[in-house]
């Protein structure tokens, strides 16, 4: 069984394009996160949701737009695609919020590329 | 700014050679440190999370030790299916920090572990 699911696996579109990444985790978890690793390999935060509420929104571009329409689901919709956007793209969760202190699950993340 | 460092960035092992990684950070008080361990293609795997110094965890051949300024990940009489990057990850105290954002989690860039057959 899955834990934390994302789809696409790969993902290449052309600049300015919209695309959406979608998240599912099958653990109950209230907390769920966007990450980004780029090509040096640092995992950084993007947004954070607790039941479905925006808790966390680090500064990121507003084409970036999560959405959460139950707490088992998180998607990422990117509109206008550029370059600097290639990177992998991670969903996690977690039982608790920050600054509660529980381990993530990560999905299996999403390889995107922006030619 | 919270930071953490891990050292080295790579490290080939014969297998059954013991080593030790190295994660060395900077936070406004330390709520708990984490390891993860990534696999090519895949997203981290939670290992350990230690929350105040002189704590150590244990797993396998791996084992965690934290000090007020690194933690250190050692690996005994290590085989090539530990083969991996390791990253290590910080979280700072809810009480220092006056953004949410600042408690998320800060990770390392890892290093990256080959053990050799």
């Known amino acids: 069984d899955t834990a934390v699911s994302q789809t696409p696996k790969y993902l290449v579109t052309q600049m300015g394009n919209d695309k959406s990444i979608k998240c599912e985790q099958n653990l109950g978890h209230d907390t769920m996160y966007w990450y980004k690793q780029d090509s040096k390999k640092f995992l950084k935060i993007m947004f954070s949701?607790?039941?479905?509420?925006?808790?966390i929104n680090e500064t990121v571009p507003n084409r970036f737009s999560p959405k959460s329409p139950d707490k088992a689901h998180l998607n990422l919709h990117i509109n206008s695609l550029e370059l600097g956007d290639s990177a992998v793209y991670f969903c996690?969760?977690?039982?608790?919020?920050?600054?509660?202190?529980?381990?993530?699950?990560f999905g299996p993340g999403t390889r995107l590329t922006v030619l | 700014e919270d930071q953490v460092t891990q050292s080295p960035e790579a490290l080939r092992l014969q297998e059954g050679e013991s080593s030790s990684l190295n994660c060395s950070y900077t936070v406004s008080g330390l709520r708990g440190l984490f390891w993860y361990r990534q696999d090519p293609g895949k997203g981290p795997e939670f290992l350990f999370t230690?929350?105040?110094a002189g704590e150590e965890k244990e797993k396998e051949r791996l084992k965690a030790t934290l000090t007020k300024k690194e933690s250190f990940l050692h690996i005994t009489a290590p085989k090539p299916e530990d083969s991996a990057t390791y990253l290590c990850a910080v979280q700072a105290s809810a009480k220092r920090v006056s953004s949410g954002s600042a408690r998320q989690l800060t990770f390392g860039s890892g290093t990256q572990l080959t053990v050799l057959p």
């Open positions: 949701y607790n039941n479905k509420e925006l808790i």
């Open positions: 230690l929350y105040s």
């Open positions: 996690a969760s977690s039982h608790k919020p920050p600054p509660g202190l529980r381990e993530q699950f």
